[in-house]
C-alpha cells in the first residue's frame, strides 16, 4: 500500500504497526483483565509457548511459514490495485497440484527431482486459479473481490470432490488422499537436524520457511527494482496515466494475480508436502484470510509481511498454550485477540497514520528551523 501521508517510509512500515499493535494488546489486555486472568500471566505463558522452547519456536516458524506466502500474494495484488481474496482458494488448488504430482510421481523419481517439481506444481496451480478471476476482471469488468470470493468456494468444492471420488484409496473412509512417497516429502528441520548429528524436537517446520523466505527477496526485487514490477506499481496507483504511459492495464492485473496467485500457490508446500504428507480437506484453515491481515500490517512490504507473520505464528502457537495452561482462558479468547491486531493494524491504521505523520512534520520542521 503507498504511503498515503507524508511521512518516512521506515515510520510508515515499522512505526506505525508497532503503535497499532501496542493499542491492540493493550485493549487484549483489558479484556483478558474483565474475565478475571492476569494479562501478564496470559502474556508469559503465551511467549514461553511460543518461544520458550525449539518445539515452540519451530509450530511458530511453521506458521508464519504459511502467513508469509499468503501475505506476499495480498501484498501483490494490492500494489496493482487490487484486492484479492482469494488467498484461501489459491492454497487450496496449490495443495491439489502438489497432490497430483506427488501421487503421480513421488514413487519415481528421487527427492532431489521431485520436490523441485511440487514447487513449480503449487506456484503454477494457484497461478491458473487467480487468473480466472484477473481475466474476468480485465476484460468483462467482474469486481475481482466477488469472483475471489466465489472462487474460494469453488476451489473447496473441487478439492473434495477429487478427494472424494478420485484420489481417496479404495475401502478407506477417511476423506484424505493416499501417502506421498517419501521423495515428496519436504524435509523437516529436525530431520536435518538429526542427519547432522543434532538433536532437536520434533516440529511441522520444514525447509518450505527457506522457500518462503526466497519469495520475499523475489517479491522486493519484482516490486521495486524491475520494470514490470514499476508497470504492476504504476498501473495500481494511476490506471490511466499508465495507460497514457504506454503501459497496458490488463496485462499488469493478469500479471499481478498470476504472481499472487502463485504465491498463495506455495502454501501447498509448506502443508502438504512439508506436514500431512497427503492432501486433506480444508488443509489451508483459514490461512488465505489471516494473509489479508499479515500484508496490512506489513504494510504491504516483504519486510514487514515477515514481521507480521511471525506475530501471527507467535500468536497461533502461544494461543493454544495459553488455553491449555489458564483456565477460563478459551481458544475463542485467542481469536478474540487476534481479532483486535486485526482491526488495530488494519482498520484503525488510518486513524493513528495522521498522528505521526503530524508529529514528523513538527520534529523536522523543528530540525529544520535549527540548522
Given at each position: 500500500?503507498s504511503q ?19 493499542v ?29 522452547n ?15 506466502f ?12 487490487l ?10 488448488l ?52 466477488i469472483?475471489?470470493i466465489m ?33 515428496a ?52 496507483s ?21 504472481l ?46 515477515i ?53 514528523y ?11
Amino acid at each position: 500500500m503507498s504511503q498515503p501521508l507524508n511521512m518516512p517510509r521506515w515510520m510508515d512500515i515499522v512505526l506505525l504497526p508497532l503503535w497499532n499493535l501496542a493499542v491492540a494488546l493493550l485493549v487484549a489486555g483489558i479484556v483478558v483483565r474483565v474475565i478475571g486472568i492476569s494479562p501478564t500471566e496470559a502474556l508469559s505463558v503465551l511467549l514461553n509457548g511460543a518461544l520458550g522452547n525449539l518445539r515452540g519456536l519451530g509450530y511458530s516458524l511453521y506458521y508464519a511459514t504459511t502467513f508469509i506466502f499468503t501475505g506476499l500474494a495480498v501484498a501483490v495484488a494490492i500494489h496493482a490495485g487490487l484486492f484479492n481474496i482469494g488467498g484461501e482458494g489459491q492454497a487450496t488448488l496449490g495443495g491439489v497440484g502438489v497432490a497430483l504430482t506427488a501421487l503421480w510421481l513421488g514413487a519415481k523419481l528421487p527427492a532431489v527431482v521431485v520436490l523441485p517439481l511440487l514447487v513449480i506444481a503449487a506456484a503454477l496451480f494457484g497461478m491458473l486459479w487467480a487468473a480466472i478471476p484477473a481475466y474476468l476482471q480485465a476484460w468483462r469488468g467482474s469486481h475481482i473481490v466477488i469472483t475471489t470470493i466465489m472462487f474460494n468456494f469453488l476451489a473447496a468444492a473441487l478439492n473434495g470432490y477429487l478427494l472424494v471420488n478420485w484420489l481417496r484409496p479404495a475401502g478407506s473412509m477417511s476423506v484424505e488422499s493416499a501417502e506421498f512417497a517419501e521423495a515428496a516429502r519436504m524435509p523437516a528441520l529436525h530431520q536435518i537436524a538429526a542427519a547432522m548429528g543434532v538433536e532437536m524436537p520434533s516440529s511441522p517446520l520444514n525447509l518450505s520457511l527457506v522457500i518462503a523466505l526466497l519469495a520475499c527477496v523475489f517479491v522486493g526485487w519484482f516490486l521495486w527494482k524491475s520494470a514490470a514490477g514499476y508497470a504492476v506499481r504504476a498501473v495500481g496507483s494511476a490506471p490511466r496515466a499508465a495507460h497514457y504511459a504506454g503501459m497496458h492495464p490488463r496485462a499488469q492485473v493478469m500479471l499481478a494475480m498470476a504472481l499472487s496467485g502463485a504465491l498463495a500457490g506455495l502454501v501447498g508446500i509448506n502443508e502438504i508436502s512439508g506436514v500431512q504428507g497427503k492432501l486433506t480437506l480444508d488443509f489451508v484453515a483459514g490461512a488465505g484470510f489471516t494473509g489479508i491481515a499479515v500484508s496490512l500490517m506489513g504494510r504491504n512490504h516483504p519486510v514487514g509481511i515477515i514481521l507480521a507473520s511471525l506475530l501471527f505464528g507467535v500468536l497461533y502457537q502461544g494461543g493454544v498454550e495459553v488455553s491449555f495452561e489458564l483456565q477460563g482462558f478459551s481458544r475463542e479468547m485467542v481469536v478474540t485477540a487476534q481479532g483486535l491486531i486485526v482491526l488495530f493494524s488494519g482498520a484503525m491504521a488510518t486513524v493513528s497514520a495522521p498522528m505521526f505523520a503530524r508529529l514528523y512534520a513538527a520534529f523536522a520542521k523543528k530540525g529544520g528551523a535549527r540548522g
